[in-house]
């Protein structure tokens, strides 16, 4: 793998040359440019070695045949949670993984992902990473509201993101955690999502009455978006409220709106997903590609984690 400081500091020395010698523009672009084009080396390097631990491409038509054979069936609503570097080099990337997913659910189906947008958020309550709180103000007024078009997903990967921009999918109207979907429930799934981000009137709970299944494809439990449905429903004694807030287009003009929610809290998820596991035998696991892929059916696992958080979550011990 080639050193990523070579591309700092070909970008440090232009930065040099730009202060001290007036004649370096042409220098410091010739520097940008090399710096660009190791990035791209870096790229073609990852996908290089994604290649040598792929036996053969993965194509729409064996991800098809693994999600037939790990027990996806036509007409399900699924909620879908990806890597797409887990499943093996895939000709078609992403695209390919979408055309699959639709083909075996088929037109009577539902296809479901999480398209959040978390950065259109308070940036005093940022802390992965955190900004300098000289910068709070000037993120607060210049930063975009949320446009279902437009906002980019952060985080949940780039099938989610090149999933969302078919003309087909549905963008539910959240500003932080939106939810995409495609196929029969599309418009059922992503309408009148409230502000209360994962509780009774989110994508998650359309999801729980339709008796929709989640598809981990390359990620685990700790990705699980579902279980925060479970949080909203259980009652135990540290549960808290928070007064979350976003940018938001209201009768044309950007606002913050804010807004009373649950504190989430995911730490737990991985546990709760493999007791839910073990406990029921209703998870089903087998290879995507090369990716370890888990389905299970989402009604039954809200309603084992609505009884774990119960019993197992705890009331803090300090209130700081
Ligand atoms: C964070 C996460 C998305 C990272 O997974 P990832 O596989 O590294 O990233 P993506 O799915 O975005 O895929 C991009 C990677 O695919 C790889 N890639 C590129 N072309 C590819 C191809 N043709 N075939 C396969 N992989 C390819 C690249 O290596 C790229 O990684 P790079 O940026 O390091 O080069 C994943 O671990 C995860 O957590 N997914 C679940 C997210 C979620 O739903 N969370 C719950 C809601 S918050």
Redesign the pocket.
């Known amino acids: 793998m080639r050193d990523k400081s070579v591309v700092v500091s070909l970008v440090r020395a232009g930065a040099h040359a730009s202060t001290e010698q007036p004649s370096s523009v042409p220098v410091l672009a010739g520097l940008v440019e090399m710096a660009v084009t190791s990035e791209n080396a870096l790229?073609a390097e990852?996908?290089g070695e994604?290649i040598e631990r792929t036996q053969q491409p993965i194509t729409v038509r064996s991800l098809a045949h693994d999600l037939g054979a790990l027990g996806v069936k036509p007409a399900t609503t699924l909620l879908v949670?990806?890597?797409?570097?887990?499943?093996?080099?895939?000709c078609g990337?992403p695209a390919a993984v979408i055309l699959a997913l639709e083909h075996v659910v088929g037109p009577a189906g539902t296809l479901v992902m999480?398209t959040?947008s978390s950065d259109l958020s308070d940036p005093a309550r940022w802390t992965s990473p955190p900004v300098p709180e000289s910068w709070w103000a000037t993120i607060r007024a210049e930063m975009p509201p949320f446009d279902p078009d437009l906002t980019p997903c952060r985080?949940?990967?780039?099938?989610?993101e090149c999933f969302r921009k078919q003309q087909t999918v549905r963008r539910s109207w959240h500003p932080q955690v939106s939810f995409a979907a495609w196929g029969l429930r599309a418009e059922e799934v992503t309408r009148d999502h409230s502000l209360a981000r994962f509780g009774e009137r989110s994508p998650l709970a359309k999801v729980y009455d339709a008796d929709g299944w989640v598809l981990l494809l390359?990620?685990t439990h700790a990705?699980n978006?579902s279980l925060h449905l479970a949080e909203y429903r259980a009652a135990w004694p540290g549960k808290r409220t928070v007064r979350p807030s976003a940018p938001m287009m209201v009768d044309g003009n950007k606002r913050w709106i804010d807004w009373d929610d649950i504190e989430i809290d995911d730490h737990d998820f991985a546990t709760i997903g493999d007791r839910f596991a073990h406990q029921s035998g209703l998870q089903r696991e087998g290879l995507v590609g090369q990716a370890t892929a888990m389905l299970l059916p989402q009604r039954p696992l809200v309603d084992f984690a609505v009884t774990w958080m119960a019993e197992h979550r705890k009331a803090p011990t300090s209130d700081t």
Do not use: F
Request: net charge positive; charged share 10%.
């Open positions: 790229m990852r996908e994604l949670h990806s890597s797409l570097s887990s499943l093996g080099w895939v990337g999480p959040h985080r949940v990967g780039v099938i989610a390359g990620v990705s978006t």
